[in-house]
């Protein structure tokens, strides 16, 4: 058996993507990421998935080191964002006869994306297609994390195709599955991946939870990372703690600082904070480290602290941009607290507060405005705020 032949009869086809330093141009690549694609060899091959349209070649070169000039029956399309789409045009020009499948709100987007919109087979929730020895069902996850999102289970191996779900960052160095890989650096990637990508749609990957919960699962073949076969009940339950928003007991302070003296006070909640018991401190400077990252952290810990100068009239602009991302997820069960500084007029505090009221989360009483520069009365301010948060996390 090969070592993309991930089951009898289904094999990796995807690809590595080392170039690419933003995904969604966006979010920061430090270990690349891979886009996985998947094909069934039966009575009918069955494509599952394309690639980025830059690595079409590299697809169809792996499509014919398995079947060489077989034809491809079935395109299954879990999901139309285009680092899995892209290739669907080459495909099939390729293969001119192949049906592409997908429900309703997918064969929508195909026809509006690559124009294509004969020889398709619409399918409904619960739908089966044989193509042989395997059996293929279809489960309709919408908004994990796009409406026309949906996984594909094949019956025989148990093999889920999850689409988006269950994926992450970095590429495939290698082996394909997690008992080929040193899987460490992806557990950090997941996280960083759902909070991203996924953050604010942890109803919609509740109920996807809930409708595979009847399925037995033994191989997770996410179009994005490892394919789990060793680690299927770790990855599942941390996108459950995840969608249910979670966290492990820590706090993330996050600041903004133009001439170090926000900073001064960061450094002393975060000096307490560690007094007080609190192991698990992570701290970001929003002007140094990428939003992804700070995201990350606040996905994975429940204490949060805002700091931020005021900057005409408003917040810090970093901080205002991780505070409406923040809000764009609508991360919950969060403690939260805050402060901020000025030089003549002080309004930082004051927008900390409404963002506070707007995520209705446990806000500590105690909020610190510095005017100018640190004293012994802010420094004995910020041990307090430090000892409450404390208090709440060792709870």
Partial sequence: MKITEIAEGIHYVGVNDRCTHKFENLWPLPYGVSYNAYLITDEKNVLVDTVEASYTDRLLDQIADVIGDRPIDYLVINHMEPDHSASIRFIRQKYPHITLVGNAKTLDMVKGYYGIDDNTLCIKNGDTLNVGRHTLSFHLTPMVHWPETMMTYC???????????????????????????NTEKY???????????????????????????????????STHGPVWEQEVNRV??????????????????????????????????????????????????????????????????????IGSPTYSNRLYPAVETLTQMIATREVKHRTFGYFGSFTWAGAAVKHLSAFAESMKWDTLPCCIEMKQSITPEIKDLCKAMAREMASRMNA
């Fill in 155 to 181: 019956h025989e191996t148990r093999t889920l195709f999850s689409g988006d779900a269950f994926g992450c960052f970095g590429t495939l160095d290698g082996g394909i599955k997690d008992t080929q890989l």
């Fill in 187 to 221: 557990w950090g990637e997941m996280v960083r991946y759902y909070s991203n990508i996924v953050g604010k749609y942890g109803p919609a990957v509740q109920t996807a939870l809930k409708k595979l919960a009847g399925i037995d699962i033994q191989t997770i073949c």
């Fill in 236 to 305: 599942i339950d941390i996108y459950d703690r995840l969608s249910r928003y979670e966290a492990e007991p820590g706090v993330v302070i996050a600041y903004g600082s133009m001439y170090g003296h926000t900073e001064q006070m960061a450094e002393e909640i975060a000096r307490e904070l560690a007094a007080n018991g609190v192991e698990n401190i992570v701290m970001h400077n929003v002007s140094h480290d990428d939003p992804s990252f700070i995201l990350q952290s606040i996905f994975r810990y429940r204490g949060l602290i």
